[in-house]
T-cell receptor
Framework: GENVEQHPSTLSVQEGDSAVIKCTYS??????FPWYKQELGKRPQLIID?????GEKKDQRIAVTLNKTAKHFSLHITETQPEDSAVYFC????????????FGTGTRLTIIP | DTAVSQTPKYLVTQMGNDKSIKCEQN?????MYWYKQDSKKFLKIMFS???????INETVPNRFSPKSPDKAHLNLHINSLELGDSAVYFC????????????FGPGTRLTVL
């Protein structure tokens, strides 16, 4: 099955600086890579995703890059704000049937005012 | 207007009891999931149903029994609760399969004493 590794497990950045979280995956046939944000006490919510036919996708201050050769993808948050503090999860699908996502172990991002 | 709802939000019970958690989605989605999130925030898939049919059953003790009376509902019954069952349980739904946005419910925090 798919194995997803996520680093770092915790990350603290000064407000206004950038944050980068990286994930690697094992199944070279994987074609969809979402990122979910989970604020304290809340549900995970999709913030951005990328499919394997593109190398980068941006949505305002967040971007995701994908390197299919190296089997890794990264979340980039620029001009960080206090409301970016949360746990972020990457995920990749099990490609047999594509029925399930395997989630990374999460990164707790803290923005220091 | 809630897309994915769960009841109850909190559940505190004694070891050995039996309890149920209910999930409903009004998005018209075909696929629903149960996830377990432990104290370290790891999100692990437990079960998946597509149109009332079980399609994913991870290595979950058979004390856990999901039931889908129709494609908008997915319930989770847990027999003989153990201390290690304490966690937050999330229901989620997706329109197609794993390569689309998953919408999570608000979670049920289960505490077994």
């Amino acid at each position: 099955g798919e194995n997803v590794e996520q680093h770092p497990s915790t990350l603290s950045v000064q407000e206004g600086d950038s944050a980068v979280i990286k994930c690697t995956y094992s199944d070279s046939a994987s074609n969809y890579f979402p990122w979910y944000k989970q604020e304290l006490g809340k549900r995970p919510q999709l913030i951005i995703d990328i499919r394997s036919n593109v190398g980068e996708k941006k949505d305002q201050r967040i971007a995701v890059t994908l390197n299919k050769t190296a089997k890794h993808f990264s979340l980039h948050i620029t001009e960080t704000q206090p409301e970016d503090s949360a746990v972020y999860f990457c995920a990749a699908p099990e490609n047999f049937g594509n029925e399930k996502l395997t989630f990374g172990t999460g990164t707790r991002l803290t923005i220091i005012p | 207007d809630t897309a994915v709802s769960q009841t109850p939000k909190y559940l505190v019970t004694q070891m050995g009891n039996d309890k149920s958690i209910k999930c409903e989605q009004n998005l018209g989605h075909d696929t629903m999931y149960w996830y377990k999130q432990d104290s370290k925030k790891f999100l692990k898939i437990m079960f998946s149903y597509n149109n009332k049919e079980l399609i994913i059953n991870e290595t979950v003790p058979n004390r856990f029994s999901p039931k889908s009376p129709d494609k908008a509902h997915l319930n989770l019954h847990i027999n003989s609760l153990e201390l290690g069952d304490s966690a937050v349980y999330f229901c989620a739904s997706v329109s197609g399969v794993g390569t689309d946005t998953q919408y999570f419910g608000p979670g049920t925090r289960l505490t077994v004493l």
